[in-house]
């Protein structure tokens, strides 16, 4: 590769890589950068998306925005980002393992949609990463360390499949001709749709010491012998093609410019608007309770593990979408946070359809301890109401807050501090009325299946609690 795009385009401080001697996925990665200098792209319109495997290695070299992500969803990302910001160049490097085993149904569904996105895929036959698995590429018959009699499945031709699934552009070249792979890929760069280049890569690791083939040199020879042109396959007869490799451009279609974000620009946006501006926002004859809150009102619960604010939030969110026939979403923290330290959970409630469903910047927090007081109040509205629990915590950096000792009250009057959140919703109601009473006794009802009795005392006390409390 010439030095000066070397020196541009990638990240020399990541050097030496991983690949083994011999491996083609270096030669590959050149013609990338080759194919991508030649176009004079700025490195910051340029997204390198992958996945996982050695080919996927590859955008931790190059100085472009690179995303690695998991197995065989690659493509999954890369629509992210294309959505996302359709201004911005993405491309997609996979091995074959990535792209059409684990990775299958995102190819083929990510080729239906058109989005404008590269795809090169490094086919070298193999699951080379995991140490020469065979794959929906490897050649029936070929030895890999899951067929060391011989593969017996037929194998994919990822070039067929990439036509068949409606690819506008679609080619194949070797990393014995990297030039035609240069060529093919800058193509492929500047089609208006989804284009795929596959380029047959050698794995000497993997693929060639269990095929005869221990160094890439007999490897790049066993793959210019196994090639043969688009034009030449043309007078050849099924025998003499089998095991070979067809390169050049199967399909180089420039009239498929029709895909999802124009289709969605087209179609989807000026109904949506033209919906949005009749003030109908939705086909079924919803009754919504007005909130005096505003149209949209954000609730976050927040506490320690082992508080209920998971449970809390299921009865706020069923109260106000089932019988204030409110719009609703929850969400809702599981990961480590939610067994220690602070957790939360937002609940969305909506006169209107509700498009983003966490709470951006609430306007009701509920803090059942100190660590949570720290962690949000400074996230809430500036009007927001917080009410927080003063048995578990004594400072918030916000004044004008409800203080009311959930926790004592729970174990002095019902004798187990569990109870705790259910005061807090009763009291969240009573203050703010997000969600009606009723609303609230029959979600209560209707989670709660045990200690109901107990449950919908609770609920009545947090009514009044809240009616009575001080703010400072
Ligand atoms: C969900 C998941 N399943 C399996 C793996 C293990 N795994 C890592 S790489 C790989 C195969 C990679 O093969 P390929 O995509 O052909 O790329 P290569 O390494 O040959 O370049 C597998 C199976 C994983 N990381 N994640
Ligand atoms: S295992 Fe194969 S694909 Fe992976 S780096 Fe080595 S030669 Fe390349």
């Not at 569904?109 to 590269?118: A, D, E, F, W």
């Not at 596959?198 to 793959?223: A, I, Q």
């Not at 089998?242 to 279609?253: A, C, L, R, S, Y």
């Not at 299921?314 to 019988?323: M, R």
Request: glycine fraction near 8%; hydrophobic fraction near 40%.
């Amino acid at each position: 590769m010439p030095a000066e795009i070397a020196r541009d385009y990638l990240r020399l401080e990541r050097l030496p890589h991983i690949l083994c001697s011999g491996c083609g996925h270096g030669t590959a990665m050149s013609a990338v950068l080759r194919a991508i200098a030649s176009l004079g792209w700025k490195k910051d319109e340029v997204v390198v998306v992958s996945g996982i495997g050695c080919a996927s290695r590859i955008p931790g070299y190059l100085d472009f925005h690179t995303l690695h992500t998991t197995h065989g969803r690659s493509l999954a990302f890369a629509t992210g980002v294309k959505l996302a910001n359709p201004k911005l160049k993405v491309i997609s490097i996979m091995g074959d393992g990535d792209a059409v085993a684990i990775g299958g149904n995102h190819f083929i569904h990510s080729i239906r949609r058109n989005l404008n996105i590269t795809t090169i895929i490094l086919n070298n036959n193999i699951y080379g990463m995991t140490g020469g698995q065979y794959s929906p590429t490897t050649p029936c018959g070929a030895n890999a360390a899951t067929s060391p009699y011989g593969n017996i499945e037929p194998s994919f031709d990822i070039c067929q499949l990439s036509v068949g699934c409606g690819a506008g552009y679609v080619a194949r070249a070797t990393v014995h001709q990297p030039i035609q792979a240069e060529k093919y890929i800058a193509k492929a760069l500047q089609y208006p749709g989804f284009s795929v280049v596959e380029v047959v890569t050698t794995c000497p690791t993997g693929y060639g010491s269990r095929n005869r083939m221990n160094k890439g040199l007999e490897m790049l020879k066993w793959l210019k012998d196994r090639t043969v042109s688009i034009s030449a396959k043309e007078g050849m007869s099924p025998e003499e093609l089998k095991d070979k490799i067809v390169v050049g451009e199967f399909i180089d279609d420039a009239t498929r410019t029709k895909n999802y974000l124009s289709s969605y620009e087209a179609d989807v946006v000026p109904k949506a608007m033209a919906k949005l501006a009749s003030g109908h926002h939705d086909d079924i004859d919803r009754k919504p309770r007005k909130n005096p809150l505003g149209v949209r009102c954000e609730i976050r619960l927040s506490g320690s593990g082992g508080q209920g604010v998971k449970v809390a939030s299921k009865i706020l969110a069923k109260a106000a979408g089932i019988w204030d026939d409110c719009y609703v979403t929850k969400t809702q923290l599981y990961g480590p946070e939610a067994r220690g330290g602070a957790t939360k959970a937002d609940v969305v409630i909506s006169e209107q359809e509700i498009c983003y469903p966490k709470a951006r910047k609430a306007d009701i927090l509920v803090a059942l301890n100190q660590e949570s007081v720290d962690l949000f109040v400074p996230t809430m509205k500036d009007n927001a109401v917080i009410i927080i629990d003063a048995s578990l915590a004594d400072s918030c950096p916000r004044t004008g807050s409800y203080w009311i000792p959930f926790t004592k009250i729970a174990r002095q009057e019902f004798e187990t501090p569990l109870v705790a959140n259910i005061l807090a919703l009763g009291a969240l109601i009573s203050i703010t009325g997000a969600v009606s009473e009723e609303a609230m006794r029959e979600a209560v009802k209707h989670v709660l299946t045990k200690q109901t009795e107990k449950n919908l005392k609770a609920l009545e006390r947090g009514f009044a609690l809240g009616k009575t409390a001080e703010r400072r």
